[in-house]
C-alpha cells in the first residue's frame, strides 16, 4: 500500500490495479483490489478452491462468510496479517481472454467484462503488453456515447 501510495499523483486516489514486471519490464501479471482482499483473508482459497470460473449461488455466498470463517479477525489486524504478503502471493496472471489488441473494438472489451473478466484487461501490441483497460474507463467512454444521444420526444 505504501508504493502505491507513494507514486499517485497529488491529489488523486491512489492506483487501484498494479501491472507486475520482472526486472526487465516483462509482464508477469496484475493485482487488483479484490485480488488484495482475497489475499488478507486466507480462507477466500477454500471458498474458490472448486469454483475456477463457476457461478456461486446466493446461498453459497451468504453462507460462505460463516462456513469458511471468513474475516472473522478484526480488521485492525490487517497490518499483522499484510505484512508478509508477497506480491507473487497476491498477484493474479491473466488468462488468454483477458488480454485485448490494441486494436480490438470497444465492444469485444465490453463482452469480456460483462462475461466476467478479472479486471483490468491488459492491452497487449503483438506480444508486448501497452497498457490496461479498466472497466471505469470503459463505462466513462459508454456513458458519453449515451449522454450524446438525442432524447425522444
Not at 35 to 48: A, G, M, S
Not at 73 to 86: F, Q, S, Y
Amino acid at each position: 500500500f505504501q508504493v502505491l501510495e507513494k507514486n499517485k499523483p497529488d491529489g488523486h486516489h491512489s492506483h487501484r490495479d498494479v501491472i507486475v514486471v520482472d526486472d526487465n519490464g516483462k509482464f508477469k501479471g496484475k493485482v487488483t483490489m479484490i485480488d488484495i482482499f482475497r489475499t488478507l483473508e486466507p480462507n477466500y482459497n477454500k471458498v474458490f478452491k472448486n469454483y475456477k470460473d463457476g457461478t456461486l449461488t446466493k446461498d453459497y455466498v451468504i453462507n460462505a462468510m460463516r462456513d469458511f470463517n471468513l474475516w472473522m479477525e478484526p480488521v485492525r489486524n490487517l497490518c499483522e496479517r499484510g505484512a508478509g504478503i508477497k506480491i507473487s502471493e497476491i498477484m493474479h496472471v491473466p488468462s488468454k481472454a483477458e488480454y485485448l489488441q490494441e486494436n480490438d473494438s470497444l465492444e469485444k472489451a465490453l463482452h469480456e467484462y460483462v462475461m466476467g473478466a478479472h479486471q483490468p484487461l491488459i492491452v497487449k501490441n503483438g506480444d508486448t503488453v501497452t497498457g490496461v483497460l479498466r472497466f471505469g474507463d470503459l463505462f466513462e467512454v459508454i456513458r458519453e456515447h449515451m449522454l450524446a444521444c438525442p432524447l425522444p420526444e
